[in-house]
């Protein structure tokens, strides 16, 4: 009979630190609140999840985007500034371990000098230097996503698993939007109608904030579909392209009922260049032929509801050009002549600081000096991003602006011819979508606020993916 020796390894120091620590993190939340003891359970949890596999911490990172705005934590940090540090951290440790951090370069140079620009103005401005360094970290970090989605989504599951992170969310903040306008629950009256607002606090960043996901449901339900046709055996195609077209159609559903021309604007031309790069010969008459029926719809408004009809025939008047200060405000004409007013400041807020701005986030602080006419009370930014930055970082934040988003459309682009005959082109044209919604709907609002630009440094992250990934395969 064989006998079994049982042998005992001898402690090692690092063994009895981590069993101190262990028992000392159990004694603190044993002695918190339920609450801050259960925030604190999780957040380990998510951690240790985030550890083992760095991609579900920017999955998580972009799926608190949407609440956000519900959960505060202290200093000031929102849900999704804990889960991006967390995510950022077992990153870095996790590169670590692994001996080996990589950080892709592409868009480095486009993403550098708006930095830069962004930082030269915030160190020389006027106003409030603290606030504005606070813009230029928000901005950082939406780089450090870009950073992290590149060097995480490696694999074709990644970035599935990424791309499903964001439907879910698109479809769970849709129907929150869409039960608020259907029990006429909110605060955003139109007509005898309520403009849905979701969790994002407004109608239009709520709206902004679905064109991030739209797009990219519209081109993949498509895509799959059509696969599907050409092959008829994978059935997982047909799948997707279903859960993919009823998550388009509620995603749409609630940016109609928004009622946010800006989002509308943006989807029609996000929807124009997905057309352009799929088949650019035939897409040109079918755009056209959209174009001619949306010239008539403008001019005969009357034959849509009330509510329709006064949003469509304002379009026009959001894009004329007139003095603010001089024009007679009636309830008509409200928001049009407010959102001119504002970009009047902007402008001369621009026109006083040519060069550097008035700093970042400081639009406010110097809006007393530069409002026109009886609108003296900001609004918190120029309804224009282009004019916004423009106010805030000066001709070089701007020009720097303008350089990284033309890279951005370049690496769509390269996206789209890399994975060409595959399904993730479709994933590369949707993306392309969406860049475009958010530079159109930026004429009329500023959505790189509420941590946006990580959501949408993820979606200008899977470009450059898919890029370097020619080998993925349907």
Known sequence: MQRRALTLRAVQPLDWLLASLGLAGVAIISLLPFAQAATLIICGMLLVGMLIQPAVGLSL?????????????????????????????????????????????????????????????????????????????????????????????????????????????????????IQQYRLGAGPFAIGESVRAYGTIGKPNTFAGFLELMWPLTLSVALGLLWFWWQQRQRWHYLLGAALSGGAS?????????????????????????????????????????????????????????????????????????????????????????????????????????????????NFNRAYPEFFVGRWSESQGHSHNYYIHIAAEAGLLGLLAYLVLIAAVYRQAYLAIQATRGTVWQMVAIGCCGIITAIQLHNIFDNLHVLNFGIHLSAVWALCVVLTQRQGWRA
């Open 249 to 361: 159609l509620i995603i749409l559903a609630a940016i109609g009922v928004s009622f946010s021309r800006g989002a509308w604007i943006g989807i029609m031309g996000a929807l124009a260049v997905m057309l352009l790069a799929v088949d650019r010969r035939r897409a040109l008459p079918l755009i056209g032929l959209g174009g001619v029926l949306l010239l008539a719809i403008i001019s005969q408004p009357e034959l849509f509801p009330a509510v329709i009809s006064e949003r469509i025939s304002s379009l026009t008047n959001n894009l004329r050009i007139f003095d603010a200060g001089r024009v007679t405000v009636t309830d008509e004409n409200f928001a049009v002549v407010e959102r001119m007013a504002h970009w009047q400041a902007g402008a001369n807020m621009f026109l006083a600081n040519p060069m550097l701005g008035v700093g970042p986030d």
């Open 61 to 177: 990172t972009v799926a608190t985007v949407m609440i956000q705005e519900l959960l505060s934590f202290p200093l000031g940090l929102s849900a999704t500034h804990v889960i991006g540090i967390m995510a950022l951290g077992a990153w870095l440790l996790y590169g670590m371990a692994q001996r080996k951090i990589i950080i892709d370069t592409t868009l480095l140079v486009p993403w550098s000098l708006f930095l830069m620009a962004l930082l030269l103005s915030a160190g020389l401005t006027e106003y409030n230097a603290v606030d504005a360094l606070k813009q230029v970290v928000r901005w950082f970090m939406a780089f450090l996503a870009f950073v992290v989605t590149v060097a995480t989504i490696t694999t074709p599951k990644r970035a599935i698993g990424l791309i499903a992170v964001m439907f879910a969310v698109g479809v769970i903040e849709a129907l929150i939007g």
